[in-house]
């Protein structure tokens, strides 16, 4: 009885902290949840023509435009792991989708195969950088930001963002 009492303090303590840091950052916004394994911000989910960056091996690199009748949308993700001795995650095309308002789904695009050479540095370089896809290995109390991108019908309404990486946990969203 007594474990299950200090697991419960323990536990309440953690999401009270979460939310004490969540509400006193300004670099987080949007809305933030807890599953069983991890917790995780999503922000700044936004609609975008092109995404402009400048990869590891110093070439600069566009993701977009997107094919006819599409649009990119790009969404901010924060996850830590606050409850693991170390999180092994792999973001691909099947850790998260976005929903409609009429239950169309959009799935995550890979940035790095997705993508046109660029033959100079462009003005808005690095926005929407680092990516959040591949292999991630999270120590407990660490976390990872990065962002995801979509290519979604034109005209579509998203308003849901579901994650089904370690946990299953589905976002209210707002296509700015």
């Known amino acids: 009885m007594r474990q299950r009492k200090a697991g419960f303090l323990v536990l309440v303590t953690v999401m009270l902290t979460l939310l004490l840091v969540a509400a006193c950052s300004d670099d987080f916004d949007g809305v933030t949840l807890a599953g069983r394994g991890l917790t995780m911000n999503i922000s700044d989910v936004q609609q975008v023509d092109v995404l402009n960056y400048r990869d590891t091996d110093g070439l600069y690199y566009s993701v977009g435009p997107p094919a006819n009748g599409h649009e990119l949308v790009a969404a901010r993700v924060t996850i830590w792991n606050t409850r693991s001795g170390r999180l092994s ?4 095309e099947k850790s998260a989708l ?4 009429g ?3 959009a799935f995550p695009i890979n940035p790095y195969e997705q993508r046109q050479p660029l033959s100079s540095d462009p003005a808005d370089t690095g926005r929407f950088t680092p990516f959040l896809w591949g292999p991630s290995d999270l120590p407990q109390d660490f976390n990872i930001t990065g962002w995801m991108v979509f290519e979604v019908p034109e005209d579509t309404k998203f308003e849901v963002f579901e994650w089904e990486q370690v946990d299953f946990l589905t976002f209210p969203i707002s296509v700015n």
């Open 89 to 92: 995650l792999f973001v691909d």
């Open 103 to 105: 239950r169309e789904k």
């Open 98 to 101: 976005l929903e409609s308002i």
